[in-house]
């Protein structure tokens, strides 16, 4: 168990539809960052932060949007959904930035039917 | 942004055979990760290592920050190694960056 913990495990939903995936770091890390993986690809990095700011971005599409809470708690939004958002969406955190190790979640499968 | 290479991209063993697998990156970075994908699609931690020598077990690890390298090392290998690989760069202190994975198949 890595102490980072994502709900839900899985999700199927409709086109079109918005959805919420939580992710809680483990205690004491600052940093949360988020990344897709579709089947069979590699894990495309989407949006960090850093103790409540946002402080990096990748290929993040403009439907989809992240916050990070007072409590350190991290909430990834992906709205209008579209069939290829279909993936494996991970959530990892370390204590500050990328210097220090991060460890990821077990992912949410997210299935957009 | 930073590029991350692979490779090799596949990899077929036989239970019992030793592999090297390399992570290439293209511009200097803070931190570099090896990262296990089980088959069932858990991402596990091998290795914290941005520079020098680790080992744990059968695995080892070896960066050179310098030459911008990785080599992810596998002894004895057991099919329960199988899954795919990952390097992972961190730069820029906010960024983490994965290469696209080396896929291990180890037969008995």
């Known amino acids: 168990d890595s102490g980072v913990t994502q709900t839900p495990k899985h999700l199927i939903t409709a086109t079109g539809q918005r959805v919420t995936l939580r992710c809680s770091p483990r205690?004491?890390?600052?940093?949360v960052y988020w990344y897709q993986q579709s089947l069979d690809q590699g894990l495309q990095f989407l949006i960090q932060?850093?103790?409540?700011?946002?402080?990096a971005k990748g290929n993040i599409l403009e439907r989809f949007s992240a916050q990070q809470f007072p409590d350190l708690h991290s909430e990834l939004n992906l709205s209008s959904l579209e069939l290829g958002d279909s993936a494996l969406y991970f959530c990892?955190?370390?204590?500050?930035?990328?210097?220090?190790?991060?460890?990821f979640g077990q992912g949410t499968r997210l299935t957009v039917v | 942004g930073i590029q991350v290479e692979q490779s090799p991209p596949d990899l077929i063993l036989q239970e019992g055979a030793n592999s090297t697998l390399r992570c290439n990156f293209s511009d200097s970075v803070n931190n570099l990760q090896w990262f296990h994908q089980n088959p069932w699609g858990q991402l596990i931690n091998l290795f914290y290592i941005p520079s020098g020598t680790k080992q744990n077990g059968r695995l080892s690890a070896t960066t050179v920050a310098t030459e911008r390298y990785s080599l992810l090392y596998i002894s004895s290998s057991q099919t329960t190694d199988s899954g795919v690989y990952f390097c992972a760069v961190g730069y820029n202190n906010n960024d983490m960056r994965f290469g696209a994975g080396t896929r291990l198949t180890v037969k008995p």
């Open positions: 990892a955190s370390s204590v500050t930035g990328t210097g220090t190790e991060a460890f």
């Open positions: 205690s004491g890390d600052l940093s």
């Open positions: 932060y850093y103790n409540g700011e946002e402080r």
